[in-house]
């Protein structure tokens, strides 16, 4: 550890150690939350989220001590109780927050956190407008999670899912995990032949990379960036500074694609630049995956068996023992893994019994099991795949593959299937459902899809089958809000399903699920009623079968269709009964997101007999509609596809005469795409901005100080090109917030959050250091 890194430490736990003699607050009804300075960091970390969150609801800024000097929130790890159980409960006037680990005490705090209010999904947290007055909770409650792995599998290949996140989308991401109390992110990697590899999973010799991992012969690789043709889904190249409605604003540069593909896109071509790609991409992981295992998040990669060898190394050798020893070695060398994962054959799906096919599949995984053991790597091998075994028997592959390696499947049917009764025939094993929580066809990844019902009957059938683990499949983060949601809280409480014989329908009843959450995102909970109406209903307004679906021509009548769409119009007779400005922005994002979705339908139904100027009128609807819900990569990625899919933006205008405009045309706002609200100690946070409007912003700053007092700095953001600014907020031992304010060449004065002044953007400072690793077994 460096000089510089151990002074940081040690001044971050002098600031949180020096609220023992602050006593600032003078009521005596107010409390100090009770953390020991030798505690874990993340015990510390959990001191320091309860004081957020409290700081949030209330406004009340609580002093972090060593010791308890009258009513207090005490935290502590107690050996009574299990690695990922915590208990809350109030005694004498004061709350203990009890874990039996660090991690499980974080869990503590975020479940104390969602007493007060507060809620948790993907894109970030959910704190409502009204503030509260402080006072602790009587509680009594001690919870242990139903399943041992509970998380996400994201999924790429195109626009959508995690080939457009950055190192700071992924750190957004393990952090909010770790808040809706879920601790795994497993990525699967396709190698060459679809027809590129993905630089997730470089393979190669033990010679061909230095100690610190970086490799020195590769292939071509790549992630989806906006100036490639994609096999799947059929999306064609196209300058993103082409783009119309003002789409174009949105992005910095013509090849949007993660900051891995920086200069190599569409592929890399020559051996220098192949070779940047995969190891900026083990850098990537490197920063990310270190901060996920400090959050006590497990991280897994891996690709498909039999495994398929690169061209340029299957010219080098055909010694595939040698390439897994290579690969798991250059893992290593490159960044923490806790899981490697084999995929088997999506063939496996829909056929039928193919004796070769499964015995090489079976001696693929034993070769890697014998290379795993070879290398000595620290991670473990885990099995899934599309199926979890093959047609004839979904159990066969357990009688030969080791007991200690897991076994997973994602559902089949794009998740309309049930979890895999297979999983209950299987035993002596960790055994992982991994349930859709959307899917890329059918409505497909460009349009609405709510499933917290699904969610529940998926995640019951898990734990019926005894399942270890239970993780969602998805590509975008905030559109899945209540199916993230539904999931993460079905892993810890399965309440909600009353056991009985009767058989259950694919999709559980959510009105109380949803009742909860719309009083947290809106203000009021009569709007669940909406959203529960259409759970797992919502209109199918694409067709085709590809990642976004397409705008084929639909012959019903939009005079009949139309009576589907009965929700939006009652989605915006609520909008009167909200108030609040968080209130507003979450539910304006919705009403949007939904006439969006309606407009989609209409412009099906008026390609049947197609007039230009109403096509011009309705795909201009649809854009506007889109661009004013972008808040993240999946937002993005839907404003690629309207204009790279040959089935959407493409083919409305081939019908119409004129060409699209150019210029935005709908209601200014700030966009943050990446939210960060924990960092680590002397970190700097670098924090990207949109500023949409019709002109070009002449102004964008970053006001920030010490979470709850002291004064404003000011932090001028620097352009970058178009709509989008960058601004760096240095590091800090000290938790802060932080508002961006920007002025319009239109005069327009816009703050982001909406909720700033009264409630801005609060990130907290964790104290880890480099040898800090979660004690969750």
């Not at 957004?172 to 808040?179: C, D, E, S």
């Not at 009105?511 to 909406?530: C, H, L, Q, S, T």
Request: aromatic content about 10%; proline content about 6%; charged content about 20%.
């Amino acid at each position: 550890m460096s000089i510089r890194s151990i002074i940081v430490i040690l001044t971050a736990c002098i600031s949180l150690a020096g609220c023992c003699t602050n006593n600032s607050n003078s009521s005596n009804d107010i409390p100090a939350i009770v953390c020991s300075i030798d505690a874990p960091a993340n015990v510390k970390l959990a001191a320091k989220e309860v004081r957020r969150y409290v700081y949030l609801r209330t406004g009340e800024l609580l002093d972090i001590s060593c010791s308890a000097r009258g009513p207090s929130i005490v935290l502590r790890t107690v050996a009574g109780l299990g690695p990922q159980e915590y208990r809350l409960k109030t005694e004498g006037g004061s709350l203990a927050i009890s874990g039996g680990s660090d991690v499980a005490l974080l869990y503590g705090a975020y479940a104390f956190a969602e007493k007060l209010g507060i809620r948790f999904y993907l894109h970030g947290d959910v704190v409502p407008d009204e503030k509260i007055r402080f006072s602790l909770p009587v509680l009594d409650e001690t919870r242990r999670p139903l399943f041992t792995l509970r998380g996400v599998n994201p999924w790429g290949s195109h626009p959508f899912g995690f080939d457009a996140w950055s190192t700071d989308d992924y750190k957004a991401i393990f952090t909010q995990l770790a808040k809706m109390r879920m601790n795994f992110l497993g990525i699967h990697c396709y190698p060459e032949g679809h027809p590129y590899a993905e630089p997730t999973v470089w393979h190669g010799l033990t010679g061909d990379f230095d100690p610190q991992g970086h490799v020195k012969s590769s292939y071509p690789s790549r992630y989806y960036n906006t100036l490639i043709t994609t096999a799947w889904g059929g999306y064609l190249p196209k300058k993103t500074s082409d783009y119309s409605f003002g789409g174009s604003l949105l992005f910095e540069r013509d090849d949007w694609a993660p900051p891995v593909m920086a200069g190599c896109c569409p592929i890399p071509v020559t051996p220098e630049e192949c070779n940047d790609v995969f190891n900026r991409t083990a850098l990537q992981f490197r920063d990310a995956f270190s901060f996920a295992r400090k959050l006590g998040v497990k991280t897994c990669i891996g690709t498909e068996v039999p495994l398929i060898l690169p061209n340029a190394l299957a010219r080098r050798t055909n010694d595939v023992r040698a390439v897994y020893e290579g690969t798991f070695r250059r893992i290593m060398a490159s960044h923490p893994l806790d899981y490697y994962w084999l995929w088997t054959p999506e063939g496996w799906t829909w056929g039928g019994n193919k004796p070769q096919e499964y015995s090489n599949t079976v001696h693929d995984v034993k070769i890697a099991v014998e290379a795993l053991l070879s290398s000595g790597a620290p991670f473990k091998l885990a099995a899934c795949g599309w199926v979890l075994g093959p047609q004839h028997d979904r159990a066969a592959f357990d009688a030969d593959l080791p007991k200690d390696i897991p076994m997973s499947a994602i559902s089949r049917d794009l998740g309309a299937t049930a979890v895999d009764p297979a999983f209950g025939h299987i035993s002596g094993r960790e055994k992982w459902a991994i349930p859709w929580l959307e899917s890329d066809g059918r409505n497909g990844l460009a349009t609405v899809q709510l499933e917290a019902g699904r969610m529940r009957r998926d995640a019951v059938d898990a734990l019926a089958y005894g399942c270890t683990g239970l993780m969602g499949l998805h590509w975008r983060t905030e559109i899945l809000s209540p199916n993230v949601s539904a999931l993460a809280q079905a892993g810890w409480d399965q309440s909600f399903f009353a056991k009985g014989n009767e058989k259950l329908p694919r999709s559980l009843p959510c009105g109380d699920f949803y009742a909860d959450w719309a009083k947290a995102n809106f203000g009021r909970d009569e709007i669940g009623r909406v959203f529960a109406a259409i759970d797992g209903r919502v209109p199918q307004v694409t067709d085709g079968d590809c990642p976004s679906g397409r705008l084929t021509a639909d012959s019903t009548p939009w005079s009949v269709v139309v009576s589907n769409f009965a929700f939006v119009a009652e989605m915006e007779k609520e909008r009167c009964n909200v108030s609040g400005a968080g209130n507003l922005d979450r539910f304006d994002y919705w009403l949007n997101t939904f006439k969006y979705h309606r407009s989609l339908a209409q412009l099906r139904c008026a390609l049947v007999r197609p007039d230009a100027a109403e096509l011009m009128q309705l795909y201009s609807d649809s854009y506007r509609y889109l661009l004013s819900t972008v808040n993240s990569p999946g937002g993005l990625a839907m404003v690629v596809n309207m204009e790279s899919h040959p089935g959407w933006g493409p083919l409305i205008a081939g019908k119409v005469s004129k060409p699209w405009p150019k210029g935005f045309q709908g209601r200014a706002r700030l966009i943050v795409p990446a939210v960060r609200s924990v960092v680590d100690s002397g970190e700097s946070l670098v924090v990207k901005i949109i500023a949409l409007d019709e002109k070009p912003f002449t102004s964008v700053v970053i006001l920030v100080r010490s979470l709850g007092k002291g004064k404003w700095r000011k932090i001028q953001a620097t352009h970058t090109a178009r709509a989008v600014w960058s601004a760096t907020i240095p590091g800090s031992v000290d938790d802060f917030e932080y508002q961006v304010v920007a002025e319009s060449a239109t005069g327009a004065k816009l703050i982001w959050p909406s909720t700033a002044p009264e409630l801005n953007q609060t990130v907290v400072v964790g104290v880890w250091n480099d040898k800090d690793s979660c004690d969750m077994r």
